[in-house]
């Protein structure tokens, strides 16, 4: 199994980029990790925010394969701690064949057609984070998944 992570938009603040990266090359220890990046969608001046929306969700949706297993992250999902969300991993690799697939949608969320793909939703906080910031924050915190399931001291209880 693979685990995906498609984003919309560009990381491109320079701390953030070396944040993900470090994070990036530490989880292809564990597992095999790739991180798609949707270009934003141009002239969004003239859309409005459900148009911008279905315009993302096009391109998200071009992205994934048959058989992809497709979890959005998303304010209003479910809740997990760090442990829960390694079992949760866990499971999810003895279950998905192919690809486990993260996304992180644009400034307004979702579109109504990749709500409907998707099999599950996660939420990293109750609180709102930028696209920027919450690429690394979900990185970091698959990869502190990898370490609890290998018992290794990146996590402490």
């Known amino acids: 199994m693979k685990i995906g992570l498609i984003v919309i938009g560009k990381t491109d603040t320079d701390y953030f980029i070396k944040a993900i990266d470090e994070y990036k090359n530490r989880l292809v220890h564990y597992i095999p990790f790739e991180m798609e990046i949707i270009p934003d969608i141009k002239n969004v001046k003239n859309l409005s925010e459900r148009q911008q929306k279905e315009k993302e969700g096009e391109s998200i949706l071009k992205a994934l394969r048959p058989g992809d297993y ?88």
Do not use: C, W
């Not at 697939?101 to 099999?119: H, L, M, N, R, T």
């Not at 990869?143 to 399931?149: D, H, S, V």
């Open 70 to 157: 497709i979890i959005l992250l998303d304010e209003k999902g479910k809740e997990y701690t760090s442990v829960q969300f390694s079992s949760y991993l866990e499971k999810k690799t003895h279950t998905i064949p192919k690809r486990l697939i993260f996304i992180i949608g644009g400034p307004y969320g979702f579109s109504d057609a990749v709500y409907k793909a998707a099999s599950e939703k996660i939420s990293l906080s109750k609180m709102t984070f930028s696209h920027q910031m919450i690429r690394l924050i979900f990185i970091e915190q698959l990869y502190r998944a990898m370490t609890i399931l290998h018992n290794e001291p990146y996590h402490h209880e």
